[in-house]
């Protein structure tokens, strides 16, 4: 089955202790598109503008992925910096120029609109909220979010939670969502804001989801480089819903697998910019993380 997916489709430029590269193919629903389409028919819904690179959207294609949903708008395509500490774990923003996202209010094509599984990638709530209205009832929509939006946009993202399945945040988002400092405290109150599925992103430490058939602690791939960390959440997300759109059967059935599949496609994310590294890898290097982290975390 397939994924639709909405987010940001930006260009990166990302600096490190070690390198600086200007105007990468970034955003959220690029990294999330990508990585899912190791495992499934991918359909993006974003927005670029007139100099969006002819070379990204290539890359998009050789993916397999749908670009019926992405609009090419006069203007500029949404641009974000980063600057990252030498520990790579604290990450600055150091510009954000929305461009053509200012004004996009997307009408999904009538073919997606019928797409089972939703991931509704980092954007603004309002955004996200606006293309789950034209769904369809899907059959699993989940949802990432940002710092950002908890602090300008709350009641939007509120009124978000009420209809996802699913709901993933890092650490630091679940503590200023809840204002609880433990975690499994903080699972439980996002429960009780809508959906039956959280997952906590903890970077270099795993994740943990809290859903119907209890708990699971989900590893990260032991890495001991990390070039550039930006995207890894989003290649978390998008691998794990590509995965779950390719299973047959209930999520509960499928949802550690596909964490699993997510942590390592995050893991070739980090190890190059942008995403150099994960649009050079195929199935077969994936199944090789996934065999060693099945190893790793046996009891
Ligand atoms: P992550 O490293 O998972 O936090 O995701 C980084 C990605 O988020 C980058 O590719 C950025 O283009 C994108 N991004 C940064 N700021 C925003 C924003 N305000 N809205 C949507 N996407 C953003």
New binding site residues.
């Given amino acids: 089955m397939s994924v639709l997916i909405v987010?940001?489709t930006?260009l990166?430029s990302i600096k490190t202790a070690k390198a600086a590269n200007p105007r990468l193919l970034?955003?959220?629903a690029?990294?999330a598109a990508v990585a899912a389409s190791f495992f499934s028919p991918v359909k993006l819904v974003g927005v670029v503008g007139e100099d969006f690179p002819r070379r990204y959207l290539q890359l998009y294609k050789r993916h397999g992925i749908d670009l019926e949903g992405l609009q090419i708008l006069p203007g500029k395509t949404?641009h974000?910096s980063?600057e990252y500490e030498a520990n790579m774990n604290v990450?600055r923003?150091l510009l954000?120029e929305l461009g053509v996202?200012e004004t996009f209010t997307p009408t999904l094509p009538k073919a997606h609109q019928a797409t089972p599984f939703v991931l509704l990638a980092?954007?603004?709530p309002a955004l996200q909220l606006h293309v789950l209205n034209q769904m369809e009832r899907p059959q699993f929509v989940a949802a990432?979010t940002?710092d950002?939006w908890l602090n300008i946009a709350l009641t939007d993202l509120l009124k978000l939670l009420k209809r996802l399945d699913a709901f993933v945040l890092n650490d630091s988002e679940a503590h200023q969502l809840t204002k609880e400092d433990n975690m499994f405290a903080a699972l439980r109150k996002i429960h009780s804001l809508g959906p039956k599925y959280v997952i906590i992103k903890k970077g270099s430490h795993g994740s943990i989801l809290s859903g119907p058939r209890g708990m699971f602690l989900c590893p990260a791939y032991p890495l001991h480089r990390v070039v550039d960390?930006?995207?890894?959440?989003?290649?978390f997300v998008g691998a794990m819903m590509g995965w779950l759109a390719a299973a047959k059967g209930p999520v509960d059935a499928h949802i550690r697998l596909a964490m699993v599949y997510g942590s390592v496609v995050a893991s070739f994310c980090c190890e190059g910019f942008?995403l150099q590294r994960t649009t050079k890898i195929n199935r077969k290097h994936i199944e090789q993380r996934v065999a060693e982290l099945k190893e790793l975390s046996r009891f």
């Fill in positions: 987010g940001s930006a990166d970034g955003g959220s690029s990294h949404f974000w980063g990450r923003t954000t996202f980092n954007i603004a990432d940002m950002l960390p930006t995207g890894a959440g989003d290649s942008g």
